[in-house]
Nanobody, 120 residues
Framework: QVRLVESGGGLVQAGGSLRLSCTASGSIRRINVMGWYRQAPGKQRELVASITSGGTTTYTDSVKGRFTLSRDNAENTVYLQMNSLKPEDTAVYYC??????????????WGQGTQVTVSS
């Protein structure tokens, strides 16, 4: 069983910053890609940023230059530093992990979600 635990969401004014954390625990052989998705009311869930085990990152265009994703492989943890936040960043943010289990099977896991609200 693999569990993703997120923290760091909250309410912030436009221009402010928040840092999200996500830690994976349980029966894990290796984690390939970890990332953050978000879903705003009435919209589809979208990828915000992802990072490989080697540290290669990708970002959706709307957050480039404002968000930074980093990873601690030893702790199975990713951090999303969000700066210059805008009201349109308001959403529930979900952590995702592409996990290789001890039996070498591959499976996808999600966190429970953390709310980020940016006021104007």
């Amino acid at each position: 069983q693999v569990r993703l635990v997120e923290s760091g969401g909250g309410l912030v004014q436009a221009g402010g910053s928040l840092r999200l954390s996500c830690t994976a625990s349980g029966s894990i052989r290796r984690i390939n890609v970890m990332g953050w998705y978000r879903q705003a009311p009435g919209k589809q869930r979208e990828l915000v940023a992802s990072i490989t085990s080697g540290g290669t990152t990708t970002y959706t265009d709307s957050v480039k230059g404002r968000f930074t994703l980093s990873r601690d492989n030893a702790e199975n943890t990713v951090y999303l530093q969000m700066n210059s936040l805008k009201p349109e960043d308001t959403a529930v943010y979900y952590c995702n992990a592409d996990v290789i289990l001890p039996n070498w099977l591959r499976s996808d896991y999600w966190g429970q979600g953390t709310q980020v609200t940016v006021s104007s």
